[in-house]
């Protein structure tokens, strides 16, 4: 009886990275708000606050561009001790960092000095990758169909008022404005996408 007291008293963590590919000629739009949420957690140092605030923005845009959802996947694991759980939020995000046209340069100016008629590309991917504490199972089923995702960005949004969240890390390709993500690299470098 002991033994399953402690068990009791451990906390659970939650580590998920979610995939959402968007396809369109109306999408551009979503790379200012990831390119805009990017900057303020840079600027803040990566301060929670500001990350938090940040997701839910990002999630709100995406509930409002459902129309666009082409393919999504999603992965995760449960822990029991922190440290495994970190170790696993950093081999998500060096995955989700080293993806095709997922390296966002914010120092460049380039963005400002392109030309008016810049390629507008026709396929974001959004990878999100956070750690919470708790049971969230909206979060930690399988995605692959849009009511479930719409369900799990909302969870997502809940989280953060519930004071559950404790990573966040968002990826997105292209990073950059002009920049464009082909179909044929969306096969080869997001091969987990199903699609919705």
Not at 55 to 80: I, K, M, P, Q
Not at 141 to 151: G, P
């Amino acid at each position: 009886m002991r033994a399953f007291n402690k068990m009791i008293g451990r906390t659970r963590y939650v580590v998920c990275r979610l995939f959402l590919h968007l396809a369109g000629s109306d999408v551009a739009p979503i790379l200012g708000v990831l390119n805009r949420n990017a900057r303020e957690a840079i600027d803040s140092d990566g301060e929670m606050e500001v990350l938090e605030k940040g997701l839910v923005d990002l999630c709100e845009t995406l509930l409002r561009y459902d129309e666009y959802w082409l393919s999504s996947a999603n992965e995760g694991d449960v822990f029991w001790d922190e440290g495994e759980a970190a170790n696993y939020v950093d081999d998500l995000f060096t995955d989700s960092g080293e993806r095709y046209g997922a390296e966002l340069d914010l120092n460049s100016d380039s963005d400002l000095e392109q030309p008016l008629s810049i390629p507008v590309t026709r396929n974001v991917v959004v990878m999100i990758t956070v750690a919470y504490e708790g049971e969230v199972p909206d979060l930690e089923t399988n995605l692959s169909n849009v009511q479930a995702l719409k369900e799990a960005l909302k969870a997502l949004i809940s989280l953060h008022y519930k004071n559950k969240l404790r990573e966040i890390y968002v990826h997105f390709a292209p990073a950059q404005l002009g920049d464009e993500l082909t179909n044929d690299q969306l096969l080869q470098y997001y091969p987990e996408l199903i699609p919705l």
